[in-house]
Structures are given as C-alpha cells and as structure tokens.
C-alpha cells in the first residue's frame, strides 16, 4: 500500500501567521509531548513513522511549499511537485504517475489519499492500513474513511450509507456537502458519517483514467503535460463518478484545525511567543512571532496572533471570517521558511527607478544557500551572528560578525554556516523578485569543488 499526502492551500483562515508559502500545516503552535513546539505537518508524520507507513508515503505539493516540507521533515521524503497549482484531480494524477513510473508500484497495488494536516490520534492510521483489504474484498472502485459525528456539524461533508456490511465496510449511497444543522441531525439519525478526505484506490484506475482521456502515464511527460489537465477537484472528477464506493467508520477523535478557533482548543500554552494574557482573561490566545510584546487585559474568548505579514485581534467564533477580509491582500510575503532558515523582511521600500529591500536572515548550522547570481540588483550583506564561509566569484572565504560584503549585480555567490549563523540582506535594484535568482550549484559540494576549478583556472592565468 502506498500513501500520498497531499499538502496545499493558502491557508488564509489562519493569517497572518499563514500565507502562500506557509500554509495551516507548517505553523509550530502544537505541543509534541516533549514540551516542544510542532507544526500539523510534523506531528502528522510522527505518526505517520511510528505506524510503520514512513516508507510508503509521498507528499504531492507545489513548488512554493518544498522548502517548508524539507525546512521541516528533512531532504529525503519523497515529494512530488506541481509545477503549477491546479486542483486535488491533477496533483492526485501526478502523484499516481510518479508511483508508476518512477517507484515502479505495481498496478494492483492499493493507494490511499489524505490530507497532510488531520488532528487524529495515532491508531487513526490502523484504520488507514485497513482500506487496501477493503478494496480487495468489496471490489470497489473507492474505499473511504467515515469518522462517527459527534455533533452537527454544518462545515463537514456527509456520508451517508445504503447498508452495512458483515464484512466490516459500508456500502455509500450518496454524499452531502456543508449541510444546515437541522439538515445535519436528519443525517446522523440516518448513521451518516463525516468526510475526513481519506480515500483509497487501486493505482490501475488512476493510470487508466488518464489514459482514457489522452494522457500519458509516464512522469516526466505528465509533468510535461501538465497544463492541459483539467483543474477539477478529485471528487467531482473521480469520487461523484464511481459506481462502486465504500466506507470505513472510524471512532476516534478527528479533526480538522483550519480556524483559530478549532487550533486553539489543541494549543497547550496560553501564550506562545512574547506576550502576557492578564488573569480575568477566559478562553484567550495570544501567538506572537514579533519581537515586540503583546498584552491582553481583560478579554475573553479571543485571539491576538501577529508576525511580520500582520496583527489579527478577533473574537474566536468570528475567526473564520477572516479569509473573506484578507483575500485581495496583495503584500509582499514577510516571512519565509526556508530548507536552509528562515528570513524575515524588515523594510521594503519602492522609488521611482528602483527598489530597497532588507532583509534579516537566518542560515542554520551546517547548511547553505545556493551559488547563485543577479541580472536586476545588488545585495550587501553584514554578518550579525555566527560564523561560516562565503564563495564569491570562484573564492571561499571565512566570515565572521562584524564583516561587510558586497555583492554587485552579477556576482556568483553563496554563503554556508559552520553555526547558526544570521546577517542583514540589502537589495537594491530595478526588479527585485525571485526570477532574478540564477542558481548554478546547490550543495556546498559543488560549490567547493566549482570554486577550486575557479582558483586552477585564476592560478593558471598568473603564469603567463
């Protein structure tokens, strides 16, 4: 059996600590049982690993999450990655194209599709391990997971039976989606279940349904193709066109932590960051990623969360609404995590024939940034903390807090820290955007080994 991940979204119900490139599943607010903060992402695959699934899994994401995956669970899980965002259908296709063609799953083999951020308990992935002999035995075309309601709920998608089954499955009659509480309570006096997104396939049906619409199956040309598949969701393409679909009940606790007020009822800590909550405050969470403290006197059944994209103050039942005010926000992001850091814009200014960006950044111990190069701008760079070494133009030099470097526009550089090691960033330039990056190495490997050739070269030149 294998198991695909699929880690999307904006997540903007949960800004301002979310936006494009660190969506809900990313954001350390859990505790993981060790005292220590956790994001959805890392406590799902915690589980994932201690249920014996680790090596199945694959994650399919865009490429705008990559680093957050590997900042986070490391360099070797296995990530698929769209090249452009086009909905659960196409990114589930690639995903199965990958399987196929590039892991060599059999055909027959059974695949299982959930989301990356669930808030379960870990035997909820026994029940997971049951979906591949469910397939087997009912012969259906989809198995899903079915969690029992345990109130009526109006945000969650239904499933509602036809008949049980002996065999430990439920036969689907037909789905409802979002339905009103008193619509809610007639389906769960009917046994109907919540749709947690966990569905299962043989991998053949998904190979076989691209191919019926005249697409290859092989990765790299999917990939290649990619563009002209049709952005629908998996339900509406595959789910509402089955004949044959069946369900498994979990019991277990479930759910699904897209608002402030559904993450903070799993936040252990009153107050993450700096801040204080005075004591008559009930029911308040303050999450702060400034520097600045933040201080609540006599409120109650709220959230205070800031970082650098913004300040939200809201009444917990009225957080949801949130997406709706902030979705034309058009900002520059302000604070990224990276697969070597982190950084975070400090000022952002535009003139009339050019830009101002500064930066404070973050490289943690033992990793690097790219050798890399600018056509639109120049960057300075003042190393605030930590030590490490800089190639610049084909050298590799020591730095240390304190030095100052400049980098002209189309200087080949890249920077690695011996330890955490953190400066400030100066672009200046007409166009100072992420396509302006050229990037000729990644690992500092390549980089040394690139930057002796360089020196050979340099060293050659001086004898004649």
């Not at 997540?11 to 599943?25: E, I, Y």
């Not at 029992?148 to 499933?159: N, V």
């Not at 100066?426 to 396509?435: A, H, K, N, P, R």
Request: net charge negative; hydrophobic share 40%.
């Amino acid at each position: 059996m294998k198991l695909v991940l699929l880690s999307g979204g904006s997540g903007k119900r949960l800004w301002p600590l979310s936006n494009d490139a660190r969506s809900k599943q990313f954001l350390k607010v859990l505790d993981n049982g060790n005292g220590e903060q956790e994001s959805m992402v890392q406590r799902v695959w915690r589980q994932i690993t201690a249920s014996g699934l680790g090596k199945s899994a694959v994650i399919a994401t865009g490429g705008g999450q990559l680093d957050m995956i590997q900042s986070q669970l490391g360099n070797d899980v296995p990530v698929v990655v769209e090249p452009e965002r086009r909905d659960t259908f196409p990114a589930i296709a690639l995903a199965a194209s990958y399987l196929h063609s590039v892991q060599a799953v059999d055909p027959g083999e059974a695949v299982v599709v959930m989301p990356v951020d669930p808030y379960v308990e870990v035997n909820f992935f026994e029940v997971v391990k049951q979906l591949e002999g469910v397939l087997q035995v009912s012969g259906a075309e989809l198995a899903l997971i079915g969690v029992k309601p345990t109130y009526p709920s109006e945000k969650y998608g239904y499933i509602v039976p036809d008949k049980p089954s002996e065999t430990g499955f439920i036969k689907v009659s037909h789905f409802a989606e979002k339905p009103s509480e008193r619509q809610a309570r007639e389906l769960i006096a009917m046994n109907a279940l919540w749709n947690c997104g966990v569905f299962a396939f043989r991998l053949g049906h998904i190979l076989a349904l691209l191919q019926d619409k005249g697409f290859p199956v092989e990765h790299k040309e999917l990939l290649r193709n990619y563009g002209k598949l049709p952005k629908i969701s998996f339900d509406y393409e595959v789910v509402e066109k089955a004949g044959n679909i069946v369900a498994v009940q979990y019991d277990g606790s479930w759910k699904d932590l897209g608002t402030w007020n559904t993450l903070t009822e799993e936040i252990a800590n009153q107050v993450i960051g700096n801040g204080i909550v005075s004591g008559d405050c009930s029911n308040t969470h303050v999450i702060n990623e400034l520097d600045i403290p933040v201080t609540v006197l006599g409120l109650s059944n709220i959230v205070v969360a800031a970082s650098p994209d913004g300040l939200l103050v809201t009444d917990k039942a009225a957080s949801p609404r949130v997406k709706e005010l902030v979705a034309d926000f058009q900002n520059r992001l302000m604070y990224e995590e990276r697969r070597w850091g982190w950084y975070r814009v400090l000022d952002f200014t535009k003139f009339q024939d050019y830009e101002v960006l500064t930066k404070r950044i973050c490289i943690q111990a033992g990793k690097n940034l790219s050798y890399q190069v600018h056509h639109k701008r120049k960057e300075v760079w003042t190393i605030i903390s930590g030590e490490g070494e800089v190639a610049f133009d084909g050298v590799i030099y020591p730095v240390k807090p304190g030095d100052v470097l400049q980098l002209p526009v189309g200087a080949k550089h890249a920077i690695k820290a011996d330890t955490d090691l953190q400066f400030i960033e100066v672009q200046t330039g007409s166009q100072l955007v992420e396509e302006d990056i050229v990037r000729l190495c990644m690992t500092w490997e390549e980089i040394c080994a690139v930057c002796r050739v360089a020196e050979s070269e340099i060293a050659a030149a001086k004898l004649f």
